[in-house]
């Protein structure tokens, strides 16, 4: 079985050095890059299954580094950075980031993190014995399999988080899911300082259904509960 491979990219050698003596304990093979422009070419000339990535870096932030990746790679991407203001881990996030956590951190609560995302997204990726259908509401059409989303034609270019979000949503029209189950189900582990992980995507995925110009709203909030989609 292949082992799963995980790219460290800190300035910090010693940050880099803590990380990798942890998960390399849980079995995993890891690189390290010590910034953004050297991961850039870690992950064109080798496989990469994980990025654990930090923001202020010389040559190429973290958040240009993100931005570079999800045009082209469908990887989990865990923000690790000393940025702990709630805008950075709002922007990190919108930028396709699947988690962000901050300086000092623990490399337990990191390693119990990789974990959870490896986990998601090995079983997201696993070959489907039962086709999930693809989902109409009169413009929008949702495709499980390709992972799309069209709005009247246009295509929506959402990240893998808002994507299971909506698809979450919309698979039970008027069901009120709560922003624990949400996060439980998107993010596939236990729900603790969620809350606002969740309302950021549901915001940015609002913004890109372009909800703001519409009366008709496809995400309902339902105030002191969740959330429902309006099918």
Do not use: C
Request: cysteine-free; hydrophobic content about 40%.
């Amino acid at each position: 079985m292949k082992r799963v491979s995980i790219l460290i990219t800190d300035d910090e050698q010693e940050i880099n050095d803590l990380i990798a003596i942890h998960l390399e304990k849980e079995g995993y093979h890891v690189l390290k890059a010590s910034n953004g422009k050297e991961a850039i070419h870690v992950i064109e000339t080798q496989v990469i299954d994980l990025l654990i990535l930090d923001i202020m870096m010389p040559k190429m932030d973290g958040y240009e580094v993100a931005r570079r990746i999800r045009d082209q790679y469908n990887m989990p991407i865990i923000f690790l950075s000393a940025k702990t203001s709630d805008f950075d881990k709002v922007h990190g996030l919108v930028i396709g980031a699947d988690d962000y956590m901050t300086k000092p951190f623990t490399p337990i609560e990191l390693v119990a993190r990789v974990n959870a995302q490896l986990r998601r997204f090995m079983k997201l990726n696993q070959p489907q014995t039962d086709n999930k259908l693809i989902l109409e509401f009169g413009g929008l059409v949702i495709s499980p399999e390709e992972r799309t989303v069209m709005l009247y034609g246009e295509n929506i270019e959402l990240t893998p988080k808002e994507f299971d979000i909506l698809y979450l949503l919309a698979s039970h029209p008027k069901k009120v899911y709560s922003v624990d189950n949400i996060f439980q189900q998107v993010w596939g582990e236990a729900y603790f300082e969620g809350g606002n992980t969740v309302m950021v995507h549901v915001r940015t995925l609002r913004k890109k259904l372009k909800e703001d110009n519409r009366k008709y709203k496809w995400i309902k909030t339902v105030w002191g509960v969740g959330y429902a989609f309006n099918g």
